[in-house]
């Protein structure tokens, strides 16, 4: 039920799958939810500006039923700090829209949670 989806101007590694399984680790330790459930998606688009400047970037939104409104500070700096550990994006280049989905406005399976 959680997913990250991390947009950025920075080129991804070759294979990106090593990154997306640490950041579903991460992302299921934050939120203390089992991985099995955790999607990450990463993308590169090139076409991105913040500031008027196309140094790296990311845009990132993070969505879980029952986020927590008060973890959103402390989300919003170890997600800052993964990106920065992993692609090298400064954290003040970095936006995050954290979204709590209702349970019956997140599918799978052919049903809802």
Not at 1 to 12: G, I, S
Not at 22 to 33: C, H, N, P, Q
Not at 61 to 80: A, Q, V, Y
């Amino acid at each position: 039920m959680p997913l990250l989806h991390v947009e950025t101007n920075t080129a991804l590694p070759d294979d990106t799958t090593g990154l997306c399984q640490r950041l579903s680790a991460e992302v299921a330790d934050w939120l203390g939810k089992p991985e099995g459930y955790v999607m990450v998606a990463c993308r590169h688009n090139p076409a991105m500006c913040l500031g008027g400047s196309t140094q790296p970037l990311a845009y990132c939104e993070l969505k879980s039923i029952g986020l927590p409104e008060g973890l959103t500070r402390d989300l919003s700096r170890k997600l800052c700090d993964a990106l920065q550990a992993e692609l090298g994006i400064e954290p003040a280049r970095v936006y995050i829209e954290f979204a709590d989905a209702p349970r019956h406005f997140w599918g799978t399976n052919g049903t809802t949670f």
